[in-house]
């Protein structure tokens, strides 16, 4: 189950560090995002930029050495996204919000959000 938070501390939707562990904290529409997250995504930037990918929907046109180093970047956004979604099904299931109310949310069956997230 998720740890318990204080409801007057924001964590960052990305990484779920509290605002009081990091230095700042950047409000966007529903979420937030830490300087350490934004760090890693201007590094993440860089890296595309140094590989010259104008467009990162022609993954057709890529070679094989930049698919591949694109992977690792491309994990760790997914891994951070990944235990932020996973906070949010925790709060919502500690305020007693069914399986089938977080599924419909996310699109998916009550059985699968309970399998996803339980």
Known sequence: MA????????HCSFCSKSSD????LI???????CNECIAA????????ARHHHPDLGS??????????????GGEKMLEAVRGALQVKVE???ERAVSWADIGSALGISR???????S
């Open 27 to 33: 409000s966007g529409p529903g979420c937030y995002i």
């Open 41 to 48: 995504c201007n590094r993440i930037l860089k890296t595309a």
């Open 111 to 117: 059985q699968a959000a309970w399998e996803r997230f």
């Open 59 to 72: 993954y057709g046109e890529m070679g094989t050495e930049q698919l591949l180093g694109a992977l690792r």
């Open 91 to 93: 709060i919502l299931r």
């Open 21 to 24: 562990r990091i230095k700042q």
């Open 3 to 10: 740890m318990a938070r204080r409801k007057d501390v924001l």
